[in-house]
Each structure stands twice: as C-alpha cells, then as structure tokens.
C-alpha cells in the first residue's frame, strides 16, 4: 500500500471520503470551511492519501503541527477517513504510520486525535476508539461534542 502527500487534484477524493461518514461526523461535503480546509492542508503539504485501483483515494488524512523538523511538540491528527470499500485493510494504519514518520520527526513528541467518546454510536459501528488504542494511543480528556451533538475524546500517543 502506498501512501503520498495529496494534490489539488485529490480534492474530489477527501469530499467523496467525507460523503461516507458525514452520518457519524455531520456535514461537510458542502461545507465551505471543510472545503478551504482541506485544500489549505494539500497546499502545505499537510494532507496524506492512500491511492485506490480505480483511481479513487481509499483514505486521506489531515495533519497539523510543528513544520517538518520543528521543535518538539504536539502534533495533531485533524480528520481520518478510509472508504466503506477499504476499512480493515490497513488504509487507516498505513496513513497514520506515514504521518509519524515523515512529520513528527524530532522526538519527545506526542500526536493527539479527537475521536468519538465511548457513548457515541459510531465508536463501536466505526471501530475508531479500538482503532486508535491498537496503534498505541490512550484515552485522554472529554473534547468539545462533535457538530452533530455526540460526544468526543482526545486520544495521545507519546513518541520517546
């Protein structure tokens, strides 16, 4: 599997990603400021995307932080999506990994991500929480409800 920074041209691709799980996270495909984001993300080299056979992205991944090389600090992982079509398949894991070791270079550092909180439907349907603690983050405080009204954890991962 192979991951590279997105491209303008990867656009259609986070929105169709966004299609498939704006049920758990609210909308975004016609949201402007889901749009500049993402295009914002691409043009600093901050978007990561899994390429499909038919042309498609399997996954995109939105990452945010100190510049390649910063000073050590607190990276963020913005938004995950993996297609319906490749969710198990290592998309998600593969995104990730590429994220740790081309970004988050200089070394203490911790990566946070907002997921679901325990009691929100998807966490269980979408497979985020177990997804995040098998790559080795923990559970950490409550976050902000999500757009839709369900609830949020941050989830960190310490790198030594």
């Given at each position: 599997?192979?991951?590279?920074?997105?491209?303008?041209?990867?656009?259609?691709?986070?929105?169709?990603?966004?299609?498939?799980?704006?049920?758990?996270?609210?909308p975004m495909v016609d949201d402007p400021g889901f749009r500049r984001a993402v295009v914002r993300n691409i043009d600093r080299g901050r978007a990561t995307v899994v390429d499909g056979p038919d042309g498609g992205?399997?996954?995109?991944?939105?990452?945010?932080?100190?510049?390649?090389?910063?000073?050590?600090?607190?990276?963020?992982?913005?938004?995950?999506?993996?297609?319906?079509?490749?969710?198990?398949?290592?998309?998600?894991?593969?995104?990730?990994?590429?994220?740790?070791?081309?970004?988050?270079?200089?070394?203490?550092?911790?990566?946070?991500?907002?997921?679901?909180?325990?009691?929100?439907?998807?966490?269980?349907?979408?497979?985020?929480?177990?997804?995040?603690?098998?790559?080795?983050?923990?559970?950490?405080?409550?976050?902000?409800?999500?757009?839709?009204?369900?609830?949020?954890?941050?989830?960190?991962?310490?790198?030594?």
């Amino acid at each position: 599997m192979i991951t590279r920074p997105a491209r303008p041209a990867d656009l259609p691709g986070f929105l169709a990603l966004a299609a498939e799980v704006e049920h758990w996270f609210g909308p975004m495909v016609d949201d402007p400021g889901f749009r500049r984001a993402v295009v914002r993300n691409i043009d600093r080299g901050r978007a990561t995307v899994v390429d499909g056979p038919d042309g498609g992205l399997l996954g995109g991944l939105l990452v945010g932080g100190p510049p390649v090389g910063g000073a050590p600090s607190v990276h963020h992982l913005h938004w995950l999506a993996v297609a319906e079509r490749a969710r198990g398949a290592g998309v998600g894991r593969a995104l990730v990994e590429d994220v740790l070791r081309r970004r988050v270079r200089v070394r203490p550092a911790t990566v946070e991500v907002v997921t679901f909180g325990a009691d929100h439907p998807g966490a269980v349907v979408s497979g985020a929480r177990v997804f995040w603690e098998r790559l080795g983050f923990t559970p950490a405080e409550a976050a902000e409800p999500g757009p839709e009204g369900g609830s949020r954890q941050v989830y960190r991962l310490h790198l030594a």
